[in-house]
């Protein structure tokens, strides 16, 4: 079983809609998650860290659920902006500062005009 | 002003012919990373150095390797290049705030093997 898995997609939405997805993970013991934003051909870049109490950004809200393992990510009033692929990251630690990342291969949202 | 650098952005080598990546960064961060991503694939982590330590992945093959000569400096040697080798390579860091902000990225380096 894959450490961290995310439905691939795609999600086409109109400018303007709402669209979430998920991601599970299956450590228990990890600590910390993350949504990066990852555009074609270009590097991961963090778009929010998601904390258990859940949080928003402008019009990302994530949500964390531990009892089940899923993080997910919810984006309003889509921009075209937004359509990238977006990796759902768990962080374990390992020792103090050394942390390895398990990614999911992403889940790709195209906005359409 | 890029924090993580990463040399060169693309890269073309040829079959068996030995390459190195570099990667430098300015934030004093004591781990450095490097991950292979194919496409439409998650990042793959091949090792990481924690200070001078080196920690190798169990699945990375022989022909990667990696050099940190110092706290700014990590490079990924590539032996003997095959065609499979051909990805994105991100160089990535961690500090003491990772745990809430995770890792920087590198822009990556992108490698072709002809």
């Known amino acids: 079983r894959k450490e961290v898995e995310q439905d691939p997609g795609p999600f086409n939405v109109p400018e303007g809609a709402t669209v979430a997805f998920n991601c599970t993970y299956s450590?228990?013991?990890?600590?910390?998650f993350f949504w990066y934003r990852q555009d074609c051909r270009k590097e991961p870049k963090l778009l929010m860290s998601?904390?258990?109490s859940g949080n928003e950004d402008g019009r990302f809200t994530a949500q964390l659920n531990r009892a089940s393992q899923y993080i997910s990510l919810l984006i309003r009033d889509s921009k075209l902006s937004d359509s990238a692929t977006y990796l759902c990251?768990?962080?374990?630690?390992?020792?103090?500062?050394?942390?390895?990342?398990?990614f999911g291969a992403g889940t790709t949202v195209t906005v359409r005009a | 002003d890029a924090m993580v650098i990463q040399n060169p952005r693309y890269q073309v080598t040829q079959f068996g012919k030995p390459v190195t990546l570099s990667c430098s960064q300015t934030?004093?961060?004591?781990?450095m990373y490097w991950y292979q991503q194919k496409s439409s694939q998650a990042p793959k982590l091949l090792f990481h150095?924690?200070?001078?330590?080196?920690?190798n992945e169990a699945d990375t093959p022989d022909n990667f390797q990696s050099r940190r000569p110092n706290t700014s400096f990590c490079f990924l040697d590539i032996r003997s290049p095959g065609l499979g080798d051909a990805a994105m390579y991100l160089c990535?860091?961690?500090?003491?705030?990772?745990?809430?902000?995770?890792?920087?990225f590198g822009s990556g380096t992108r490698l072709t093997v002809v």
């Open positions: 998601v904390y258990s």
């Open positions: 934030l004093n961060h004591n781990v």
């Open positions: 990535a860091t961690s500090g003491l705030d990772s745990n809430l902000a995770g890792y920087t």
């Open positions: 150095y924690y200070d001078k330590d080196f920690n």
């Open positions: 450590n228990s013991a990890s600590q910390s």
């Open positions: 990251v768990v962080n374990g630690l390992r020792r103090s500062n050394d942390y390895k990342l398990s």
